[in-house]
């Protein structure tokens, strides 16, 4: 039994004396026998809290910076109406901070076989799984006096998925697709490798695609159209070692990749090629594989929401050797991976002819803007010392680039706004050239 503040109160002003009474309740106990008359009554008139039945419904997942639903059903199978206060508690990164006290207290009135619905809303900071912790019930009696307390495991997972914040420039990137793909109007013809269909020739259209036979069975001059090569393979391939976790900005390098790879996956599954998820750094951290283009970003995001980056040195031999096995065929192998020269030198460029013997290899970096706003800066000593520093980071950067693409490594450098339609274009500019 807990004592509330308003028993308290009323033994403050009669000036009574009071005492502890230890034999298994808490609180301060009264000594004035009315008091403890109206205590012991208020105290047995309060609903228990053993006997409530709670159970949850509502969202299961949700994209970062949504709100989630959560619904608690508290049931009270007792002959005593339920007066409480509940505390649905989460994991901290549940809620915005400083708005975890309103969003998970309530107060609720059971009637006596009755049941009533709790609403706590979630709004994560973190990607991840949030588990709902104990549900904390105060039961008070009528009077208000004293309350009984108790705490129940009512289990609940929430999966908070990536946010896909590129998913605006995907319009834009299925426009440029049409374009190479021939089904928009163009002076040029669609570009690609696969014979796609006859039209007439129009001023602009290239010479060499004049089809001679179709032209001499006909009145008018004929031309080839292609479009994009389809059904090829693509592999992601998320590095996440310690370099991974780097924050730039708010965020790790990590979910700035995720977004990269978001776009691309969409954009390459509307192309009709097919799309896989390979995370690792000394394992296998996440695999997705085989999947149809209407199940590939609910797959891909589910896989993507508990990744975090892991502060060890990825094993560069052991993610070429996964990505071969992985891609048996022939494949565009994207690597969202660092450029920072000790990780490149010392790991991929000595097994990167493993993967530009049978694949064609895309490399994605996330840069730090920040390197920028200091090589720009003067005026000071403390702002040129910065610039300098920042001019030989990115020299070493572009050393680092230029290593790869003397590999036949096409490299993406560029920063967390801006990574992700970059890599559209470098794909879009691979398929164009007929590269794939």
């Known amino acids: 039994m807990a004592l509330t503040g308003r028993t308290a109160l009323l033994a403050a002003l009669g000036s009574l004396p009071v005492g502890i009474w230890d034999a298994g309740w808490t609180g301060i106990l009264a000594v004035n026998a009315p008091l403890a008359v109206a205590c012991a009554c208020d105290y047995a008139l309060a609903a228990p809290v053993r006997r409530l039945g709670l ?111 590129s998913r605006k420039h995907l319009p834009s990137r299925l426009a440029r697709l049409r374009e190479l793909d021939g089904r928009t109007s163009v002076l040029t013809r669609g570009e690609g490798t696969e014979f796609d269909s006859l039209r007439e020739y129009v001023p602009g259209d290239d010479t060499r695609s004049i089809d001679w036979r179709a032209t001499a069975r006909q009145s008018a001059v004929a031309v080839r159209t292609w479009r994009p090569e389809r059904d090829r393979h693509i592999l992601l391939v998320l590095d996440t070692g310690r370099t991974s976790a780097g924050r730039v900005g708010d965020a790790p390098r990590l979910d700035a990749a995720m977004d990269a790879a978001l776009l691309l996956a969409a954009l390459a599954s509307r192309a009709g090629d097919r799309v896989g998820l390979l995370a690792y750094d000394r394992r296998v951290r996440a695999s997705v594989q085989g999947r149809a283009a209407g199940d590939l970003l609910p797959s891909l995001v589910n896989a993507m929401a508990t990744l975090e980056a892991e502060l060890v040195e990825t094993d560069a031999r052991g993610l070429a050797a996964t990505a071969l096995r992985t891609a048996p065929r022939r494949s565009l192998i994207v690597l969202l991976t660092t450029l920072d020269a000790a990780p490149v030198e010392e790991g991929l460029l000595p097994v990167l002819p493993q993967l530009t013997q049978r694949h064609t290899v895309l490399v994605a970096a996330v840069a730090d803007p ?44 560029a920063t967390p706004d801006d990574l992700a339609p970059a890599l559209a274009d470098a794909y879009l500019a691979l398929k164009a050239a007929g590269r794939l």
């Open 370 to 413: 920040h390197v920028a706003r200091m090589a720009g800066a003067r005026g000071t000593v403390e702002a040129v010392y910065e610039a300098a520093a920042a001019a030989r980071a990115r020299t070493e950067r572009q050393r680092t680039a230029e290593q790869l693409r003397r590999h036949g490594v096409t490299v993406v450098d």
């Open 55 to 165: 159970t949850r419904s509502g969202d299961t997942s949700v994209r970062l910076g949504q709100s989630a639903d959560v619904t608690l059903t508290v049931t009270n199978p007792s002959r005593r109406p339920l007066r409480a206060r509940i505390r649905d508690a989460w994991p901290p990164s549940s809620w915005q901070p400083g708005t975890e006290t309103a969003a998970s207290r309530h107060r609720v009135t059971v009637p006596p076989g009755e049941r009533r619905r709790l609403t706590t809303r979630l709004r994560p900071t973190r990607r991840g799984d949030r588990l709902a912790d104990r549900v904390t019930i105060r039961s008070y009696g009528p009077l208000g006096l004293v309350s009984r307390q108790g705490t129940h495991k009512v289990p609940w997972t929430v999966r908070v998925l990536p946010p896909f914040t």
